[in-house]
């Protein structure tokens, strides 16, 4: 019993300490941009996006892109600089 509890004893390791404020800070940076990322991609660019498939149904191309005046079939490209 001895040598178990020597053993556990040697095994343990040192436990993290009091994390500052500017520690805690740089550990959460990350995940306030991905939070504030997933924010925009839903209230901005989701709506954006269904709002630009309709308009594209009546029009035939995207409003943030011009009409295709090549005579080529389609809608186009779905950003200005993939053409």
Same mark, same amino acid.
């Given at each position: +019993?001895?040598?178990v509890l020597w *053993?556990?004893?040697?095994?343990?390791?040192?436990?993290?300490?009091? $994390?500052?404020?500017?520690?805690?800070?740089? !550990?959460?940076? +990350?995940? &306030? $941009?991905? &939070?504030? %990322?997933? !924010?925009?991609? &839903? !209230?901005?660019? $989701?709506?954006? *996006?269904?709002?630009?498939?309709?308009?594209?149904?009546?029009?035939?191309? =995207?409003? %943030? $892109?011009?009409?295709?005046?090549?005579?080529?079939?389609? &809608?186009?490209? =779905?950003?200005? !600089?993939?053409?």
């Amino acid at each position: +019993m001895k040598l178990v509890l020597w *053993n556990r004893l040697k095994q343990r390791r040192p436990q993290r300490g009091e $994390a500052s404020l500017a520690d805690m800070q740089e !550990f959460y940076r +990350m995940e &306030v $941009a991905i &939070v504030w %990322w997933m !924010f925009g991609l &839903v !209230f901005f660019m $989701a709506p954006l *996006n269904w709002w630009g498939k309709k308009y594209r149904i009546v029009h035939d191309h =995207y409003p %943030w $892109a011009p009409k295709r005046h090549d005579g080529t079939r389609g &809608v186009g490209p =779905y950003c200005w !600089f993939l053409e």
